[in-house]
């Protein structure tokens, strides 16, 4: 989740008032030992990042059914629902695991003691009006237990395992929540009133081979779900425009036949097409009846999730995707008319579609028919191939937010990481790729990134890295994600794995090296549950290198680096010795650069290796060539806390 605004940084910024603490000694011991990964390797995860030979996963599929009843002061919305699910584990399951969301809105839920912004007593919460299982036909009533924000179902007899499947059967009904977190909601907004909804019905909760039932209530953070096919309808009042997640696949009825055209024309433009024209909201031509309800029927193959937004207000537009292998899909932003303006939601479907076609360029290609950016009431949040990023968000803002919010769509939305714990394997690769989505659209016009996530403060983001590096308080970005409090959230999770990615892209590895590792750590997992020692496996095995050095200092610890020029020293035999020394527990490879006395110079680039015995290494100047000065990282790639070491002259 990118929870963005306008408002500055506050969070990255108080950092550089915290006490910076006196530099640890650098210790090659600790800093060079073996790495160990917090999971063993597996017939489940292989050695070299992959799933493993006898790697499963169970599968949810539903179909949903849901009702939104609009109300002045409180409306709800009802649903029923079928999820067959599929045991592909290899034992019985006596019981099944559901997330039941909405509870986090109930007074007294977790979320609320543990800080994470719920109103208490806000509603009441997912009701469930009636839970059946169905095996061999027959359908019984289900016995049940709700605790906070889960749901577990006594099964009559055990599911088999190596591919058991059952049916669940729910009825439920929920109070929406008003404006909270960016998540899900309904508001005035710009004069007209949208519903955006998401974690909206009972979802599966994840059983994998690590935790058995990854029951983790849901206090406020992030998400781990399973994968399968949606086919759901949402019925609304007839004059509301539904925004949903994957294909509609009744447009002839919910849709005029002029906007059916203007769809089909869509899907072959590269230049967006208005579906509904700003003018033509609240006509009621722009509508294929007046009054009474319609039903709009999508459906979503191998999806972890689903989400929506509705109104009576919403402009559309629409163009097509260029996808590898001559592939396409359809970009679509819905909006209200007064947020149409040439800097703000009229050029939303340009970045989506840039961003989705630049993401599937790089990194793994767009799975989806279909790409939806929303400005509705909520903002900042993503769900597969759907992004709410509210109305209110103007021009380069919304730029970065579309960025961001639809590249979730790769992290976790096709990489099925357990964001729940690890929420730095969403938030911080997605904010790792939106820097070149920045650099690379329309010639940089919004580069570099700068939104609040990579480098706020505008400035070299390896100097506004420091302060949290120097930060005695400021968790690893391993800590687990519900532990993390909101001052650290995005200068941990976000800011700081994103910069750690690019340094290890641009300063460790090489492009050459880190982009086909990684793109075939996506390729591996993708629809999968990978885990963080899965995506360092992968990074090793994939680049041929061992980071057990980077891993630890910058994922496990919070250190810092300080490299410097101690000495230069001209011997007897015309040779001259630079001494580049590592005065605090973080290493990194760097450049040196020498500067010779005939005004030439001649950049030396130093492996980490360089420091692996010794806190020291020596670079050794043949005779016949006059130093003058040496700069170790001349271009300021990297975060050094200490500028002041980092050159030396000859009798300086």
């Known amino acids: 989740m990118a929870v963005l605004s306008l408002r500055p940084f506050l969070s990255a910024l108080t950092l550089v ?317 819905v909006y209200p008319p007064q947020a149409a303006g040439a800097d703000g939601w009229a050029r939303s479907t340009e970045y989506l579609k840039d961003t989705i ?18 400005g509705g009431a909520q903002s900042g949040m993503e769900y597969p191939g759907l992004a709410f990023d509210g109305a209110d968000t103007p021009d380069t803002m919304l730029f970065w937010l579309t960025a961001h919010e639809l590249g979730h769509s790769w992290f976790p939305m096709i990489v099925g990481s357990d964001e729940r714990r690890h929420a730095w394997m969403d938030e911080g690769l997605n904010t790792f790729i939106d820097v070149y989505e920045s650099e690379d659209f329309n010639d940089g016009e919004f580069a570099p990134k700068r939104d609040g996530e990579y480098a706020p403060g505008g400035g070299n983001p390896v100097d506004e890295i420091l302060p949290l590096l120097q930060d005695a308080d400021a968790p690893p970005i391993l800590a687990r994600t519900d532990t993390i409090v909101e001052k650290y959230r995005h200068p941990l999770t976000y800011f700081k794995t994103a910069l750690g990615l690019v340094l290890l892209r641009e300063e460790i590895l090489g492009p050459e090296r880190f982009d086909p590792a990684f793109r075939r750590y996506i390729d591996a997992w993708a629809y999968k549950h990978p885990k963080p020692a899965d995506f360092f496996r992968a990074m090793e095995s994939g680049a041929g290198e061992d980071l057990s050095y980077f891993w630890r200092g910058w994922f496990a610890h919070n250190w810092s680096l300080d490299l410097g020029v101690d000495a230069i020293e001209a011997g007897t035999d015309g040779m001259t010795k630079i001494t580049v020394g590592s005065h605090d527990r973080l290493v990194m490879p760097a450049t040196l650069r020498v500067s010779y006395a005939d005004g030439s110079q001649e950049d030396i680039r130093l492996p980490a290796d360089s420091w692996i015995r010794n806190s020291a290494t020596a670079v050794t100047i043949p005779a016949g060539k006059t130093v003058v000065s040496a700069t170790i990282d001349p271009d300021h790639k990297l975060p050094d806390a200490n500028r002041a070491n980092d050159t030396a002259a000859v009798g300086g």
């Open 357 to 374: 076609e630049n993401f599937s360029r790089r990194w793994y290609p767009y799975p989806w028919p279909t790409a939806v950016n929303v």
């Open 17 to 333: 008032c915290v006490a910076t603490p006196a530099a640890a000694q650098y210790d090659p011991q600790a800093a060079f030992a073996p790495f160990e990964k917090d999971l063993p390797v597996t017939v489940y995860h292989a050695s070299d990042g992959t799933p493993g030979p006898q790697y499963w996963q169970n599968r949810a599929d539903y179909t949903i059914n849901a009702t939104l009843h609009p109300d002045a002061t409180a409306p709800t919305l009802t649903g029923e629902e079928v999820i067959t699910y599929t045991n592909n584990s290899p034992g019985p399951l006596d019981s099944l695991w559901l997330q039941l969301d909405q509870n986090i809105y109930k007074d007294r839920s977790r979320a609320v003691f543990a800080g994470g912004g719920a109103s208490r007593g806000q509603t009441d919460g997912m009701v469930l009006d009636r839970v059946e299982v169905e095996r061999d036909g027959r359908t019984v009533a289900a016995k049940y237990l709700v605790d906070d924000t889960r749901l577990q179902i006594m099964l009559p007899e055990s599911l088999a395992g190596d591919g058991g499947t059952i049916r669940v059967r729910i009825a439920w009904h929920f109070t929406i929540p008003g404006e909270w977190g960016g998540r899900m909601g309904w508001g005035q907004v710009k004069g007209g009133t949208m519903y955006d909804l998401a974690q909206w019905y009972p979802r599966m909760a994840v059983y994998d081979d690590v935790r058995g039932w990854d029951t983790a209530p849901f206090i406020g953070q992030e998400f781990y779900l399973e994968y399968g096919d949606f086919d759901y309808s949402v019925t609304v009042p007839a004059s509301m425009i539904v925004a949903g997640t994957g294909e509609l696949v009744n447009p002839g009825e919910v849709l005029t036949k002029r906007q059916q055209e203007r769809l089909a024309q869509a899907r072959t433009s590269d230049a967006t097409v208005m579906i509904r024209t700003p003018a033509e909201v609240g006509d009621p031509a722009s509508r294929p009846q007046r009054g009474g309800d319609l039903t709009w029927h999508f459906r979503m193959a191998n999806t972890r999730d689903v989400a929506f937004s509705a109104s009576p207000d919403y402009a559309w537009d629409a163009a097509r995707i260029n996808l590898p292998g001559g592939n396409s899909a359809l970009a679509m932003s």
